[in-house]
């Protein structure tokens, strides 16, 4: 395997219509991505049911995610991190629309 070198925010677009999302790195059982938002929030009614655990850490920017069996909407900023369960239903309820949401997921 070949060493890669990059860096978290290189290839972040200008304009960003829909979430961007990139597979960093991937092994047997486990997937690291970077997921970058700008303004954007889940579709209306639209919950995440996902099989795997995802461990997901806000690096730049501010988010709200909403977890269903809380009822709670949790307030992200850097450094802010979860480990979400699976099959624990989750949404995005809003990104800041004036800066990149910068987000690490880890689904194992």
Do not use: C
Request: glycine share 8%.
């Amino acid at each position: 395997m070949a060493i890669r070198t990059s860096h978290l925010f290189d290839g972040i677009p200008p304009e960003l219509h829909g979430e961007l999302t990139d597979v960093l790195a991937r092994g047997a059982n486990v997937r690291v991505e970077r997921i970058v938002s700008r303004g954007h929030a889940s579709p209306p009614g639209f919950w995440y049911d996902q099989e795997e655990t995802e461990w997901v850490m806000v690096v730049k920017g501010r988010a709200r995610l909403r977890l269903e069996a809380q009822e709670s909407v949790l307030e992200l900023g850097p450094g802010d991190q979860v480990t979400i369960p699976p099959h624990a239903r989750h949404r995005v309820e809003w990104t800041a629309p004036d800066e990149d949401t910068v987000w690490i997921a880890v689904f194992f």
